[in-house]
């Protein structure tokens, strides 16, 4: 079982930036992938950013050249830095693990971008 706790999420007004962390309960090395989704309010949860172990990432169209995943290895942490955030940013964003087990979820952190 895996658990991971997110954070960083709170308000921030458009043009700005936060830097989300996700925190496993287990070591990085035995996550294949990590990601983030995104889910608005009345909308379905929707693809953002993932992040393998050999640092391969990838992004949904709408955060390119905007968004920026990481994994330190050392605190078992994944990043999501967001610059130049827009109010269509906004939404409960959840972090993913995968191992060769199963996959996991957060709990979800809260960005809110006010125009």
């Known amino acids: 079982q895996v658990q991971l706790v997110e954070s960083g999420g709170g308000l921030v007004q458009a043009g700005g930036s936060l830097r989300l962390s996700c925190e496993a309960s287990?070591?990085?090395?035995?996550?294949?992938?990590m990601g983030w989704y995104r889910q608005a309010l009345g909308k379905q949860r929707e693809f953002i950013a993932s992040?393998?172990?050999?640092?391969?990432?990838n992004y949904a169209d709408s955060v390119k050249g905007r968004f920026t995943a990481s994994r330190d290895f050392n605190k078992n942490t994944m990043y999501l830095q967001m610059n130049n955030l827009k109010p269509e940013d906004t939404g409960v964003y959840y972090c993913?693990?995968?191992?060769?087990?199963?996959?996991?979820w957060g709990q979800g952190t809260q960005v809110t971008v006010s125009s």
């Open positions: 287990t070591s990085s090395f035995s996550i294949n992938v």
């Open positions: 993913q693990a995968f191992t060769i087990r199963s996959a996991y």
């Open positions: 992040i393998t172990s050999g640092g391969t990432t």
